[in-house]
């Protein structure tokens, strides 16, 4: 797993080749110029197609939940609220892979030789992509709700996390027993049931997209990374401060739990939707594995010294919950054994008061640890944003055979190189 090590603390890990499976697909001419993506579809337009279709699904769902009994009416409208609204990242993502490989929504063909096609309408291959990245956005839910419960947080969004609201309405009925255990229960089934909705969407995807062998084998990787990176995050949080691998561990957990499934993969699993070749899956990996980690490092700095009213968390909220990320990781391998003493007392006490949580700030920002993870955001930025400019000078070169770019496999015009490069800064260097 060397893509996403540290070889030495204070070292951002180089954006090697990523090591996601990619699935053996058939290759394409060697003569054969990649389709050149002059436009990417509008963040804006695939956020409002995939959330018609998902609310669609999930108002479905919601009226057999209420079908088997009127108690489980709660299961719907608990799922069709927390999944309202949110960035669409992944959706995004994986339209955009989608269309990086040469898929055209507009004129309903997906392309490539490895996908068994029964649609092709322009509607078809829209609703099936919508569906598709619809099924990110509830397993990506599912993952928050269970990472709500793992965590013990008590927002979600500005909201109250699940549990929460569960345990709030055992109070308001009435029930018996202790709240907070019915509202950890409650939402440990519930993000199950999301959990085995998202594969039931995707699933019905496949009719209008098509069986792709390559896109069934990168779905059970994204749904594989997240669960195993969700346990690396529970087992670092009680590794102690001073151990040998905590940068090591620390770039593992960003990488598996957040950095892949929701940059990387996205984007790997909308191309091997399209037909992408293995060359093409790895050139958009080059792209997508580096951004994702800027864009957790971000969160990870949200999570420490963020606003309160703009991430919907408290402040400090990652050193009450005792989080040992990368920017804790370079924190202590600069701090003076007093200090680092303190920090690794306080980090993981829920009762911190305001002040503590301050000092800690205060601690991370003054041993240079907040300014390390600066660098290796910017550092990874670039690699990304490096690659889409490659892809821009493939198309100027595709004329030339001397072209230094023209062995690129996915080529994009000053439009698409305009969109990824501004989401890409917006990814890495956002405040929420």
Known sequence: MTSHRSGMTGDAPEPAPSDTPVPSTAPSSADALPTLVESLSSPESIAAEVSAQLEAFLAEKAAEFEAISLDATAIGEALIEFTRGGKRIRPVLLWWGFQLAGGDVRAGEAGGPTADRTAGSAADVTAGLAQAAGSLELLHAAALIHDDVIDNSDTRRGRPALHRQFEARHQRSGFHGDGASFGVSASIVIGDICLALSEELFERSQEALGNSRAALELRATVRRDVMVGQYLDVLAEVIPLGDD?????????????????????????????????????????????????????????????????????????????????????????????????????????????????????????????????????????????????????????????????????????????????????ALSYRSS
């Open 245 to 425: 691998r905590i940068a090591e561990r620390a770039w593992e957990v960003l990488s598996f739990k957040s950095a892949k499934y929701s940059v990387e993969q996205p984007l790997l699993l909308g191309a091997a939707l399209a037909g992408a070749d293995g060359a093409q899956l790895q050139e958009i990996s080059a792209f997508g594995l580096p951004l994702g980690q800027a864009f957790q490092l971000r969160d990870d700095v949200l999570g420490i010294a963020g606003d309160p009213e703009a991430t919907g968390k408290p402040a400090g909220d990652d050193i009450r919950e005792g989080k040992r990320t990368v920017l804790i990781a370079e924190t202590a391998a600069r701090i003076s054994a007093d200090r680092l003493e303190i920090l690794a007392a306080r980090l993981g006490d829920p009762d911190l008061s305001d002040a503590e949580v301050a000092e800690c700030v205060d601690m991370i920002t003054d041993s240079g640890g907040l300014a390390a993870v600066e660098s290796f955001i910017a550092d990874k930025h670039a690699h990304a944003a490096t690659m889409v400019d490659t892809w821009a000078e493939a198309d100027a070169d595709a004329g030339s055979a001397a072209g230094s770019t023209a062995s690129a496999q996915v080529r994009i015009g000053s439009a698409a190189q305009e969109r990824l490069k501004g989401f890409a800064k």
